[in-house]
């Protein structure tokens, strides 16, 4: 009679195997092509994937079980299989449960997500983001490389918001400040940046200095007052499906009849209320990434749907051009940015480049007006 360590072998090689996924294990030498797919060191592996799913997968990566010539190759793979679904559910289905039932995003839960990942120093984000710290999709169409690739993100933004010198801006989650700086820059606006990272608010406030530009580190649920147009580059994610509603009810009072909203977001193609429990424990506690369905119905009563843009492929591209920039720049970052942070951070790269390959996840601008623009509105791409 098998072990329990057998079986689960046998049941994750079956599953592997379907995805089209080859495995070496311990210390045997690899394929004769020298392109495993997948090295296993640890015996345990196979019993943790099998009961924690893709929390079990990337921890264990972390912990160095598991190695694989082309990680984000290999997890494409398996999520372009669904593997993950056939593995280790009970972790997502805990999850589900708990941000059901719970609001995870409330003002104090909102700011875990500051304090865990957005503050864990610019001197990262620097070097993995490019010239401009700019956390979200690039837009690709005719841009060449990351840093043309993010202000012609940033451009179309400001166009699609029909941006003009005098007007007044709110970015709600406002990151480090660039995409305000650009909009003043290239437009002559002034407005309001409101974040919930500490890290984040300093270094904008110190790139927009001497510029009509105001950073506060404030709840964008604070803010009650009026601008003639609203931005919203990457923040939703962290909204949750509880406060879709009060996001929304605060963008409608502070627009005019005649102001625009964008909100550039990731979704996803099916409604769930949690995110992945492996990315909640290690990478953006708290957040989930909203369906159509959801967002409608946040607009509902509130908004017309002017405009609805679907980019989504070009996030391969962005991370793909992360992950050479951080990769390069690793061995000057701080010591404290250890072995162990190295492989967490490179397996919330491959695998988002895996769920936005598969197609499992989308980038949507949205462009909402109040009462509709009279006569109709003409999307810039």
């Known amino acids: ?108 839960r909102s700011r875990a997500v500051g304090e865990r990942h957005y503050d864990l120093g610019n001197d990262l984000y620097r ?18 490389d990351l840093d043309a690739a993010q202000d012609a993100k940033l451009d179309l933004v400001c166009r699609k918001l029909g941006l003009r010198p005098g007007m007044r801006v709110l970015d709600i989650g406002c990151g480090w400040g660039e995409a305000l700086a650009f909009a003043h820059a290239h437009y002559g606006v002034e407005g309001v940046g409101v974040t919930i990272s500490a890290e984040q608010a300093a270094f904008a406030r110190r790139l927009c200095e001497g510029r009509p530009i105001e950073i506060r580190l404030q709840d964008y649920r604070d803010v009650d007052e009026r601008f003639d147009r609203i ?34 977001t990731i979704g996803r193609n099916l409604t769930t209320h949690s995110t992945d429990p492996w990315i909640a424990r290690h990478i953006f506690p708290n957040s989930m990434l909203p369906s159509p369905v959801q967002i409608a119905q946040a607009v509902e009563g509130r908004f017309v749907i002017e405009d609805w843009h679907n980019f989504g492929a070009d996030y391969d591209l962005t991370l793909r051009a992360w992950r050479d920039n951080i990769e390069a720049a690793w061995d000057s970052l701080p010591s404290r940015y250890d072995e162990r942070f190295r492989r967490m951070w490179r397996f919330y790269l491959a695998g988002s480049m895996a769920v936005f390959r598969t197609r499992r996840a989308q980038l949507w601008q949205v462009v909402l007006s109040p009462r509709g623009v009279p006569g109709g509105y003409v999307a810039p791409r």
């Open 231 to 264: 931005l919203s580059i990457g923040m939703f994610e962290h909204v949750g499906h509880a406060n879709y509603a009060a996001f929304m009810d605060v963008a409608r009072r502070c627009l005019p009849d005649d102001g625009l909203c964008l909100l550039h």
């Open 127 to 144: 070097a993995m983001l490019g010239a401009r710290l700019v956390y979200s999709c690039g837009y690709w169409r005719d841009a060449k």
């Open 1 to 108: 009679m098998g072990t329990a360590n057998d079986w689960a072998r046998e049941k994750v090689l079956e599953l592997l195997e379907q995805a089209g996924v080859r495995v070496v294990e311990g210390d045997a030498p690899a394929s004769a092509d020298g392109r495993g797919d997948l090295h296993v060191h640890h015996p345990r592996f196979y019993r943790r994937v099998l009961a924690q799913g893709s929390l079990g997968l990337g921890d264990a990566y972390m912990d160095g079980w598991w190695d694989a010539p082309s990680l984000d190759g290999l997890l494409t793979r398996v999520l372009g299989m669904h593997v993950d679904e056939r593995a280790g559910r009970w972790p997502a289905r805990l999850e589900e449960w708990r941000a059901r039932w719970l609001n995870r995003q409330t003002r104090r």
